[in-house]
């Protein structure tokens, strides 16, 4: 094979369309069969047409041969990039030999509209009556003929509520819930489509079903209309000719509405489709609209129209049920085996009329019937009646979702296994890790972890997919961010959170509890929780730890950029809204969702500012803003003289005297020496208080197996890992969960469902074991000083009950992988690693290590060490270990 660069990416994505940023960042990876094979140069072209770059012609950009290492994230430094214009680059770097591999394949991607003047079109839709709790979704249509043959036909496309779009018969693009979820009252994002394959010479049709989605229909528990009432389309086709002339077809008054089989169409309320109302051929040319009407225009929008950063929501595995059954009632059960978000596909024969309503749920009940009661206000039911005829009818519904493992059909006459899939529905992001061991119970709980991502990575990181709620709370995307990008590549659905984040932020700095914000910060002075608190000590945090979080998995610094006056304006914000230093009592979510202990407000929200201020200072350095990061540090050292004056005895007690007191003060280093030992001892005090079990809600526990492996007691941490008693994460497993539960006690042996009004069995913040799983067990960590695992940290920890742990992670660099072997009673350890090319990694191993064959003698590995610094390719350690 050599050495050869593969997989070009553009802003962290393969081929993306209709970028926003005029500086798009090119990452590649390089893959060889050599051992410590590294860049030494890079040598970047770009160019208007694929011919060109291949005849090395290269007329945007040539960046010549570039002595760097750097192949992530590498600025764009051409000439100034175009709107709706495809760009083709390849790439090709020098090695460690000096050699030069042979070109990339070629790759590419889009320019979106870069200027809001490029818009021509009229946002069109019709008044909606207001009074309508559930009205139906509109159907837009227009037909128009191209002039010749086309070569390039590219379609953008967006809407203030969610749209389906249609081209001569046929959906465009795979996304759903297009335009996704931002606070519309600030921004939109568009999406760009290569239409190019769908035109036909002549008669065109394009069409649109526009529904309420977030805009206008429910949002969460605060109702409807939180945005507007009426939703609107905006859309602009620009076709190319051979000949090289140019037409632009846009959304405007010559457009045609109806309404349609979709009777109503709801976020959280359901789906109600009349079969018998379709109106065949509506997306194609030639069908007769003579009784549809005209559409409205409504004033341009005020807010951003902006470039879809993220990826959008799929539909993006089907499941077939593990079983199926009739009850008496004469409905059909079936069990797809995993709690998913997302909706069935079902095919049904019967009358013309005849309805058919599909239920959604987690759990059965005691009774065999479908437990719902945890729904509150939403509606997990879908209706769909009948079109009749000889024909097999399929339904899926478009603009609704469910959160799910259980389906009940009622009204189908007869059906069977196969009549129905569920589909799983999440933004579209790529797997990135892997995780097993030796015990099953463990790797349910790795699956049950990434489940619950796929459940609620939705637009936006929601806290579940299935009670009337759905929300991006920041607290759950901050505990659960790092595990996340272990799972997957979360790089640009971060990126747009990021700016749901900011965009949510209060003039006098507080981030918001929930982004979008959706009206949550005014619904909650008025909810029965009467919660007040203007920011929330672990939520707000959000909006410094995920940007860090960003910048330690992917390397990627201008998200540290472009938040950083807002980060500033968040510590700025807690420094002016503290007394002394000590933060005030009033954080209503305080460490949600804790077990039989209560950490005090004032002692929580004093930790979360010391570690805003910690991070903020590393950002800044990072930055290059060294006045900054002195003044942080200095103020983070403030924190913790005044947290310790205040709130530490001289044993090392804690105010609150909580295993999360005492997780938190180590996790942020706020404690000196002598007392941090002693608060290791309390912990464990606390933990042994408890019968060995734990007791941290969703702040807590993303901290507690790190604390405990990093102060000498990773063998506790492995306990409290496999411990499937009560609480714990195997007791969830033990009882057949497929997801994460929300709380802990969601459902017990001795008292059966927690109360139903806060009881989802899909909420990943419990799931935030996973980043220790990947970091301590599998052992894959990047090194700050150099991000992104440009350095990677190998060190996998034996645990004791798990002879054997596999770990991968696919970084921005390639594929990193452990393979742990350990015998217990010998106290011997083999390890299996591979590195990528262009990174460097060091292996710290328990005890004194030998290298095995492989890769390693060719680097010239020491014997009897117990630090290796490696080079990409694969080797084999083995290791004798005291304790680890
Ligand atoms: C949500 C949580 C959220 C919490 C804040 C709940 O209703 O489901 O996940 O973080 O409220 O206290």
């Not at 405007?252 to 109106?279: C, Q």
């Not at 790190?706 to 102060?711: A, I, K, R, Y």
């Amino acid at each position: 094979m050599g050495t050869r660069v593969q997989q070009l990416k553009v802003e962290g994505r393969g081929r993306p369309l209709g970028l926003g940023t005029r500086v798009p960042r090119l990452s590649w990876i390089i893959e060889s069969d050599e051992p410590s094979q590294v860049q030494t140069a890079y040598h970047v072209q770009v160019a208007s047409s694929v011919d060109r770059l291949q005849s090395d012609n290269p007329d945007l950009w040539d960046s010549g041969v570039v002595q760097s290492d750097q192949s992530v994230y590498v600025p764009y430094a051409g000439q100034s990039l175009a709107s709706n214009t495809t760009y083709w680059w390849r790439v090709r770097v020098r090695d460690r030999h000096g050699l030069f591999t042979e070109w990339s394949e070629p790759a590419c991607w889009s320019m979106g509209l870069l200027e809001r003047s490029e818009w021509l079109g009229k946002w069109i839709g019709t008044e909606l009556d207001p009074e309508a709790i559930l009205p139906s979704p509109t159907y837009l249509r227009k037909e128009f003929q191209t002039a010749g043959p086309i070569s390039r036909a590219f379609l953008y496309a967006t809407a203030l509520g969610v749209y389906e779009l249609r081209l001569n018969g046929q959906r465009v693009g795979g996304g759903r819930f297009a335009p996704g979820w931002t606070d519309y009252h600030t921004r939109v994002q568009y999406q760009t489509y290569d239409v190019t394959h769908l035109l036909a010479e002549g008669s065109n049709a394009v069409g649109s079903i526009l529904g309420t989605g977030w805009y206008a229909g429910h949002v969460g528990m605060m109702g409807r209309h939180i945005y507007g009432t009426t939703p609107r389309f905006l859309m602009q086709l620009m076709l190319e000719y051979e000949d090289g002339s140019q037409e632009i077809i846009v959304t405007d008054e010559t457009w045609r509405m109806a309404t349609g089989p979709l009777i109503y169409s709801d976020m959280i309320k359901g789906e109600r489709y009349d079969a018998r109302l379709e109106a065949q051929g509506w997306d194609q040319p030639g069908f007769a609209d003579g009784a549809w009407q005209p559409v409205t225009c409504f004033a341009p929008y005020q807010g951003i129209l902006t470039a879809q950063e993220d990826e959008p929501i799929r539909v993006m595995e089907t499941l077939q049920p593990v079983k199926m059954w009739r009850t008496e009632r004469g409905t059909f059960i079936y069990d797809l085996g995993q709690n998913i978000a997302g909706w069935v596909r079902i095919k049904l024969r019967g009358e013309a009329g005849q309805m058919v309503a599909i239920e959604h749920a987690e759990m059965l009940d005691t009774d065999g019937t479908l437990y719902t009661a945890n729904l509150r206000k939403a509606v997990q039911k879908d209706i769909y009646i009948l079109r009749g005829g000889d024909e097999e009818e399929v339904y899926e519904p478009r603009f609704t979702y469910h959160g799910f493992r259980y389906v009940e059909v009622a009204g189908a006459d007869d059906l069977d296994e196969g009549s129905l899939v569920g589909c799983a529905a999440y933004s579209a992001m790529e797997p990135a890790g892997s995780f097993e061991t030796t015990d099953e119970r463990v790797n349910r709980l790795y699956k049950n972890i990434v489940w619950g991502q796929k459940g609620n990575f939705f637009s936006v990181p929601t806290d579940c997919p299935q009670r009337d709620e759905r929300l991006g709370w920041t607290g759950d995307a901050q505990v659960f961010a790092r595990t996340a990008s272990y799972n997957m590549n979360v790089a640009a659905f971060f990126r747009k959170y990021m700016i749901d984040m900011t965009d949510a932020q209060r003039d006098d700095g507080a981030f918001p509890d929930t982004a979008p914000d959706a009206g949550w910060s005014e619904y909650k002075k008025i909810s029965s929780a009467k919660w007040f608190a203007p920011d929330n000590a672990g939520w707000g945090d959000a909006g410094v730890i995920i940007p860090w979080t960003m910048y330690l998995m992917y390397g990627d610094r201008r998200i540290l950029e472009d938040h950083y006056e807002a980060m500033k304006r968040w510590v700025e914000y807690l420094k002016r809204n503290s007394d002394g230093l000590i933060r005030p009592d009033y954080a209503n979510h305080a460490d949600w969702l804790s077990i039989g202990e209560e950490t005090p407000k004032d002692v929580l929200a004093t930790q979360y500012f010391a570690y805003s201020a910690s991070l903020l200072a590393r950002i800044a350095e990072v930055l290059g803003r060294s006045e900054d990061a002195a003044a942080y540090r200095q103020l983070f050292q403030d924190i913790n003289a005044a947290f310790v004056n205040r709130f530490v005895a001289e044993d090392g007690t804690i105010t609150g005297d909580t295993q999360t007191v005492y997780v938190l003060a180590l996790a942020f280093r706020m404690l000196p020496e002598h007392l941090a030992e002693k608060a290791v001892r309390n912990l464990l005090k606390r933990i042994e208080a408890r019968n060995w079990h734990l007791s941290t809600g969703f702040l807590g526990v993303s901290y507690l197996l790190p604390v405990l492996s990093d102060n000498g007691h990773h063998d506790l941490a492995c306990r409290l890992l496999l411990t499937d008693t009560f609480p714990s994460w195997l007791y969830s497993v033990k009882h057949g969960a497929t997801t994460i539960w929300e709380r802990w006690d969601g459902w017990t042996e001795e008292r059966g469902f927690q109360t139903p009004s806060m009881n989802s069995f899909n909420h990943y913040s419990l799931g935030s074991v996973g980043e220790w799983m990947y970091r301590y067990l599998a052992g894959i960590e990047p090194d700050p000083a150099s991000p992104g695992f440009r350095r990677i940290r190998i060190a996998p920890r034996p645990c004791s009950g798990l002879p054997e742990v596999k770990g991968s992670f696919r970084s921005e660099y390639g594929l990193i992988s452990t393979h742990l072997r350990c015998d217990e009673s010998r106290r011997e350890l083999v390890l299996k690693v591979t590195v990528p090319v262009n990174t460097t990694a060091v292996v710290s191993l328990p005890g004194e290590a030998q290298a095995l064959g492989g890769h390693s003698a060719a680097v010239g590995l020491k014997p009897g060490g117990q630090f290796y610094e490696i080079g990409s390719g694969s080797y084999e350690f083995v290791c004798r270990y005291e304790s680890c």
